[in-house]
T-cell receptor, first 113, second 111 residues
């Protein structure tokens, strides 16, 4: 596709359930980022993938959060045992390489009830 | 952590130039200045970036001071669609990883 695609665009889940958020980066982009943005707040870095290197997981807030990137393309962010404080917009971005310009998707709005 | 300081909010009259300042006094020699903006409910959008020379593209101009400790993003003729949060970011290009987004400047363009 022409841009970064995220799905679903909206997700409502019950507290305690697991959720998976998907990101399809721009074709050929080797770097992929996940951020989250709580209501009225700035962007909080979660995790960064670059090629075959070990991902930078330094932003993951707890061990309930994990992410994979299969085949160097699609990425899935998984949140286990969701809590209400996990409610936020989860944004994915990709770039052509390390240090390249990041292009963002439109995000997945997660609401935990 | 974010290495930049921006005013939390600004207003600008429609059709006038919007000048958004950013302080980055601890910037390193190999760090670029990037500007992104986020219109409500959308993902951040790249605007412009530069190292030390002033830059201009179809969206904006970027003026970087000679000592590189501050910069200004200029939207030459602001429109209502430019109402957004503007983020100034410093980052090493080519080898850097994450972008550190601070709190940005909320620009409101007034009719």
């Amino acid at each position: 596709g022409a841009g970064v695609s995220q799905s679903p665009s909206n997700k409502v889940t019950e507290k305690g359930k697991d959720v998976e958020l998907r990101c399809d980066p721009i074709s050929g982009h080797t770097a992929l980022y996940w951020y989250r943005q709580s209501l009225g707040q700035g962007l909080e870095f979660l995790i960064y993938f670059q090629g075959n290197s070990a991902p930078d997981k330094s932003g993951l807030p707890s061990d309930r959060f994990s992410a994979e990137r299969t085949g160097g393309s699609v990425s899935t962010l998984t949140i286990q045992r969701t809590q209400q404080e996990d409610s936020a917009v989860y944004l994915c971005a990709s770039s052509l390489g390390a240090g390249g310009l990041a292009f963002f998707g439109q995000g997945t709005r997660l609401t935990v009830v | 952590d974010a290495k930049t300081t921006q005013p939390p909010s600004m207003d600008c009259a429609e059709g006038r130039a919007a000048n958004l300042p950013c302080n980055h006094s601890t910037i390193s020699g190999n760090e670029y200045v990037y500007w992104y903006r986020q219109i409500h409910s959308q993902g951040p959008q790249y605007i412009i970036h530069g190292l030390k020379n002033n830059e201009t593209n179809e969206m904006a101009s970027l003026i970087i001071t000679e000592d590189r400790k501050s910069s200004t993003l200029i939207l030459p003729h602001a429109t209502l669609r430019d109402t957004a949060v503007y983020y100034c970011i410093v980052r090493v290009a080519h080898t850097g990883n994450q972008f550190y987004f601070g709190t940005g400047t909320s620009l409101t363009v007034i009719p």
